[in-house]
């Protein structure tokens, strides 16, 4: 009798402690920006902030999301996640990077022994990630992006803006002009599949734009040229009208280059909508703690050259040896699996530790 007892008594608290195991979730606001908080049950201390990318609003969390594949590895490491859904949605960098740094205060207020916080973003948060690292390296220890727009996004608009420019040559009546995006455009399934079919029928614009954009397919382009007219829409409301002057650009085309620049849309831009947009989220180029960039050889939303220019800015300076660079072979914006984004945190954190243990730049191959 005692024994069974007892062995009910021990599952009892093989229950109990289970109970206690799992991991928690935290979800409020702070300053307008919705925030996500998962906390491992066996937590090692360590504090990861993640910044995500371009969204047209703020996201808001309501705690039935599901947990990303390399957030799940990361809890399973012991490691917090913290994630601020922004208060402001679109290009607005600066604010996120207040917002990811409120939450950083909010989660070491909670828990003060806090040894150690890490910045991780993808996309534009590759660049809100970069940006807390060179600003605020006495608060965060370490730095990595997942195919980040390392550069100031006027450069990524400016190549928006282009490829747009093409397509409105071939296409002139499906999308609004780029210079001048209603601000009740919002991208649809409807507005997508519609692109999709007319350059499906388009052979020329098909081939020119694929090239121009590096999509693989008409549906990644479609989805490519759809997100960008709703990006255009995002600058041209913030900074007050069309950031871009494109009345000398010469453009690229396979068939006839000539007739291609002699059609295509040319406008000036907004007074002082170019310097709205270059002040807004530019790198600083002055790192003093580790930062890694992993990068997608073949991404057609954030090409390679952006993470080059950030490499050849700081190249010669004293922040080159806290920069990075790797690649993995792949096609499609960031296509990163995640026991690869786990594989290049932990060579971060290692980095981190001792200066000996910076990773090697260059081609690395996909984690099986």
């Known amino acids: 009798m005692f024994r069974q007892i007892l062995v009910i008594l021990l599952t009892f608290i093989g229950f109990a402690t289970a109970a206690k195991a799992e991991n928690s979730t935290e979800i409020g606001v702070l300053r307008g920006a919705h925030f996500r908080i998962l906390k491992p049950a066996q937590w090692n201390g360590q504090l990861i902030i993640w910044c995500s990318g371009y969204t047209p609003v703020p996201i808001e969390f309501n705690g039935k999301e599901r947990v990303p594949d390399f957030a799940a590895a990361l809890l399973d490491e012991g490691y917090a996640v913290a994630e601020s859904g922004y208060s402001r949605g679109g290009v607005a960098v600066d604010q996120a990077i207040e917002d990811s740094d409120e939450l950083r205060k909010y989660f070491k207020r909670k ?80 507005i997508m599949q519609g692109v999709a079919k007319a350059l499906e029928a388009n052979g020329e614009a098909k081939e ?33 009208g069309n950031p871009v002057n494109n009345t000398g650009t010469v453009y690229s085309s396979r068939s006839d280059a000539d007739r291609v620049n002699a059609g295509v849309l040319r406008v000036a831009s907004a007074p002082g909508a170019a310097s709205c947009l270059k002040a807004i989220g530019e790198a600083r180029r002055g790192l003093v703690r580790p930062f890694l960039a992993v990068d997608v050889s073949r991404d057609p939303v954030v090409s390679g050259r952006f993470g080059n220019s950030y490499d050849e800015s700081v190249s010669g300076t004293p922040a080159e040896q806290w920069f990075v660079r790797q690649f993995i072979p792949a096609q499609g914006h960031c296509s990163v699996p995640a026991k690869v984004r786990l594989e290049a945190f932990q060579s971060t954190v290692r980095w981190a530790e001792a200066a000996a243990n910076k990773p090697k730049a260059g081609f690395i191959a996909k984690a099986k």
Not at 114 to 122: L, N, P, W
Not at 210 to 232: K, R
């Open 208 to 240: 020119s734009l694929q090239i121009a954009s590096g999509a693989s397919d008409v549906g990644t382009l479609a989805g490519i040229l759809v997100f960008h007219t709703d990006l255009m829409r995002d600058v041209q409301s913030k900074c007050g």
């Open 111 to 190: 828990h003060p022994k806090t040894s150690a916080v890490y910045v991780v973003g993808e996309s534009m948060g590759g660049l809100i990630a970069l940006r807390l690292v060179e600003e605020k390296p006495r608060l965060y220890k370490a730095g990595l992006s997942f195919c980040g727009m390392l550069t100031t996004p006027f450069d990524y608009v400016r190549q928006a803006f282009d490829l747009l420019a093409l397509f409105s040559y071939y296409e002139p009546s499906l999308l609004p002009s780029p210079a001048e995006v209603p601000s009740g455009f919002r991208p649809s399934p409807e």
